[in-house]
């Protein structure tokens, strides 16, 4: 029962995981667990370059980058691809409407009606701020089309303390059969300052008195530069109606600050007292990295610690952590034996480019191949691969698993997303995600575009399409005007640019170097791919004639 309680509380409470230096804590309840739209109101998220993305570009990560760049999306507009046609077909579209500079106060949320040939409501969402411009109530409701009304669907509310800090999230779904919100999960926090925490809980709704109930809550407590020393939980009893104690973490270091250990005390049956469990060491290198950590588990019956595993790292002259060897403990042997190991390189830029698991065979007493992850970069040190092989005991080879691949602009914003599978039976990679995104030359999002993979032919297929409109002219930098429904990508271009007037019927493409001479026209027939590679390097006037209307700007070929 007390291995069972200790497991739990990994996922419920949480104390586990500290940085290699110590004093901070890796948590799994962290600020995650506040679900926020706030970075969509203006806070620059940590995009890191160089590193490709682990799964598909999401609205939310495109959303922020867009809001990081001052830029107000006014519409989206998502296509899905006809292969029977060759041409785009209306889906969905979303517009937005602020209050003040980037803060939404609602988006509106249409679907396409092919037979009517018009947009029908489908969503709306509305957003409540605090005078800090931070949203505190978000509601999500739906467009019933019997009483042509929109009707109230779920809710989420916020709460932020005097440093900024997010310490309420609360969800709620309608029940139309009682007519009232229904709970669902709410997480609150309280800290002593920016980001340094003193007590987190969860609750869950409580169907019958339609209110909040307790499930657990942590409480911190700090030394010195506000190092953590111990973290308390406790769990409700609903049976008993009261809180007991459900754990405590300790934390110890030493006169630089390094931690130095941790004790792990459980309970082992609900409402019982607290004993050890489990409990960590860490030894340190000239250089103040982890070399050694050294985890032990509690013998109640022989009343003494037991080693459990021990790990070895070591780093190379830049302090990058190149081996980690696994030993467990070995009762018979009263020693350490071998388990694991991994080994990763680096390149000149310190950046990791393969990493070699193995585990130890006891027959054999020799490593044995697991798995292997291998990156490549490009000239400016984007990651431009990543590919995770097996071994394969059979035929003592190395076989695909997975692979992602990327691509990046020359400012090092990633605007390629491909990720495969490795299809045994036709011993080749299979498509399954391909996601491409497409850039203004001041690196503004102009669209994004999806694959999807045709078995068939064995090849990527165009499956939707969704384009972005912002406030002012800023899609291509072409002029001024009503340009909402008009594209021309990418820019700079090296091959060819597609000009896309959408809703324009038809238009007239011309290009003219940066002394006024025409250097050539194209006529235009909604989506048209031109072919600029026979251009030489350099910058170019173009001028877009459409509906009557003008438009001029800037086209670099490189």
Same mark, same amino acid.
């Not at 500290?18 to 679900?35: E, K, M, P, R, Y």
């Not at 982890?290 to 790990?311: G, L, P, Y």
């Given at each position: 029962?007390?291995?069972?309680?200790?497991?739990?509380?990994?996922?419920?409470?949480?104390?586990?995981?500290?940085?290699?230096?110590?004093?901070?804590?890796?948590?799994?309840?962290?600020?995650?667990?506040?679900?926020?739209?706030?970075?969509?109101?203006?806070?620059?998220?940590?995009?890191?370059?160089? &590193?490709?993305?682990?799964?598909?570009?999401?609205?939310?990560?495109? &959303?922020?980058?867009?809001?990081?760049?001052?830029?107000?999306?006014?519409?989206?507009?998502?296509?899905?691809?006809?292969?029977?046609?060759?041409?785009?077909?209306?889906?969905?579209?979303?517009?937005?409407?602020?209050?003040?500079?980037?803060?939404?106060?609602?988006?509106?949320?249409?679907?396409?009606?092919?037979?009517?040939?018009?947009?029908?409501?489908? &969503?709306?969402?509305?957003?409540?701020?605090?005078?800090?411009?931070?949203?505190?109530?978000?509601?999500?409701?739906?467009?019933?089309? =019997?009483?042509?009304?929109?009707?109230?669907?779920?809710?989420?509310?916020?709460?932020?303390?005097?440093?900024?800090?997010?310490?309420?999230?609360?969800?709620?779904?309608?029940?139309?059969?009682?007519?009232?919100?229904?709970?669902?999960?709410?997480?609150?926090?309280?800290?002593?300052?920016?980001?340094?925490?003193?007590?987190?809980?969860?609750?869950?709704?409580?169907?019958?008195?339609?209110?909040?109930?307790?499930?657990?809550?942590?409480?911190?407590?700090?030394?010195?530069?506000?190092?953590?020393?111990?973290?308390?939980?406790?769990?409700?009893?609903?049976?008993?109606?009261?809180?007991?104690?459900?754990?405590?973490?300790?934390?110890?270091?030493?006169?630089?600050?390094?931690?130095?250990?941790?004790?792990?005390?459980?309970?082992?049956?609900?409402?019982?007292?607290?004993?050890?469990?489990?409990?960590?060491?860490?030894?340190?290198?000239?250089?103040?990295?982890?070399?050694?950590?050294?985890?032990?588990?509690?013998?109640?019956?022989?009343?003494?610690?037991?080693?459990?595993?021990?790990?070895?790292?070591?780093?190379?002259?830049?302090?990058?952590?190149?081996?980690?060897?696994?030993?467990?403990?070995?009762?018979?042997?009263?020693?350490?034996?071998?388990?694991?190991?991994?080994?990763?390189?680096?390149?000149?830029?310190?950046?990791?480019?393969?990493?070699?698991?193995?585990?130890?065979?006891?027959?054999?007493?020799?490593?044995?191949?697991?798995?292997?992850?291998?990156?490549?970069?490009?000239?400016?040190?984007?990651?431009?691969?990543?590919?995770?092989?097996?071994?394969?005991?059979?035929?003592?080879?190395?076989?695909?698993?997975?692979?992602? =691949?990327?691509?990046?602009?020359?400012?090092?914003?990633?605007?390629?997303?491909?990720?495969?599978?490795?299809?045994?039976?036709?011993?080749?990679?299979?498509?399954?995600?391909?996601?491409?995104?497409?850039?203004?030359?001041?690196?503004?999002?102009?669209?994004?575009?999806?694959?999807?993979?045709?078995?068939?032919?064995?090849?990527?297929?165009?499956?939707?399409?969704?384009?972005?409109?912002?406030?002012?002219?800023?899609?291509?930098?072409?002029? &001024?005007?009503?340009?909402?429904?008009?594209?021309?990508?990418?820019?700079?271009?090296?091959?060819?640019?597609?000009?896309?007037?959408?809703?324009?019927?038809?238009?007239?493409?011309?290009?003219?170097?940066?002394?006024?001479?025409?250097?050539?026209?194209?006529?235009?027939?909604?989506?048209?791919?031109?072919?600029?590679?026979?251009? =030489?390097?350099?910058?170019?006037?173009?001028?877009?004639?459409?509906?009557?209307?003008?438009?001029?700007?800037?086209?670099?070929?490189?």
């Amino acid at each position: 029962m007390k291995l069972i309680i200790c497991i739990h509380l990994l996922f419920i409470i949480a104390l586990s995981g500290l940085a290699q230096t110590g004093g901070v804590i890796d948590d799994v309840f962290s600020n995650s667990h506040l679900t926020t739209l706030n970075n969509f109101n203006g806070t620059s998220p940590d995009f890191t370059p160089n &590193r490709i993305s682990d799964e598909p570009f999401s609205f939310s990560e495109l &959303r922020l980058k867009s809001v990081a760049s001052g830029k107000k999306w006014l519409s989206t507009l998502t296509e899905s691809y006809d292969t029977n046609s060759d041409t785009w077909i209306n889906s969905t579209k979303t517009v937005y409407h602020y209050d003040g500079e980037v803060y939404s106060k609602e988006s509106l949320v249409y679907s396409w009606d092919e037979l009517s040939k018009q947009w029908i409501f489908s &969503r709306k969402e509305l957003y409540s701020h605090d005078q800090s411009n931070r949203i505190v109530r978000s509601v999500s409701q739906v467009w019933d089309k =019997e009483s042509q009304t929109w009707k109230d669907d779920s809710k989420q509310v916020y709460g932020y303390d005097q440093y900024g800090n997010q310490i309420l999230s609360e969800d709620y779904k309608w029940d139309s059969d009682i007519t009232a919100w229904v709970g669902g999960h709410k997480f609150e926090m309280l800290y002593k300052s920016k980001s340094v925490r003193t007590y987190e809980a969860s609750h869950q709704w409580n169907a019958d008195n339609q209110s909040w109930a307790l499930s657990w809550n942590k409480e911190y407590q700090y030394g010195d530069n506000d190092q953590i020393e111990k973290i308390t939980g406790k769990a409700w009893n609903t049976s008993s109606g009261v809180l007991y104690y459900h754990s405590e973490q300790e934390y110890t270091y030493n006169q630089e600050g390094l931690l130095m250990g941790t004790i792990l005390n459980c309970i082992s049956e609900i409402n019982g007292p607290l004993a050890p469990y489990s409990k960590k060491e860490y030894l340190y290198n000239a250089s103040n990295l982890v070399m050694q950590e050294i985890k032990s588990q509690w013998d109640a019956a022989a009343v003494q610690w037991k080693f459990s595993f021990k790990e070895v790292k070591t780093y190379d002259e830049t302090g990058n952590m190149g081996l980690i060897v696994r030993y467990k403990w070995s009762d018979e042997k009263s020693d350490w034996v071998y388990e694991a190991k991994s080994e990763k390189v680096f390149n000149s830029l310190n950046l990791k480019i393969s990493e070699l698991n193995s585990d130890w065979d006891v027959n054999s007493q020799g490593w044995i191949y697991r798995d292997m992850i291998t990156r490549a970069y490009d000239g400016d040190g984007n990651q431009t691969s990543s590919n995770y092989l097996k071994w394969d005991k059979t035929i003592n080879d190395w076989v695909g698993i997975s692979k992602i =691949e990327g691509e990046f602009t020359h400012s090092g914003i990633q605007s390629v997303w491909r990720y495969y599978k490795w299809d045994a039976q036709q011993n080749d990679w299979r498509g399954e995600y391909y996601d491409e995104l497409m850039y203004s030359q001041e690196g503004t999002l102009l669209s994004l575009t999806k694959y999807s993979w045709e078995d068939g032919f064995w090849v990527w297929q165009l499956d939707t399409r969704t384009t972005y409109t912002y406030e002012g002219d800023i899609s291509t930098g072409l002029g &001024r005007g009503d340009f909402q429904n008009l594209r021309i990508y990418p820019n700079p271009a090296s091959d060819v640019i597609h000009v896309d007037l959408s809703d324009s019927a038809d238009g007239l493409l011309q290009v003219f170097d940066m002394q006024g001479q025409l250097i050539e026209s194209h006529a235009l027939n909604g989506f048209t791919r031109l072919s600029v590679s026979h251009l =030489e390097k350099g910058l170019y006037q173009v001028n877009l004639v459409t509906k009557g209307q003008n438009y001029t700007g800037k086209l670099v070929v490189e």
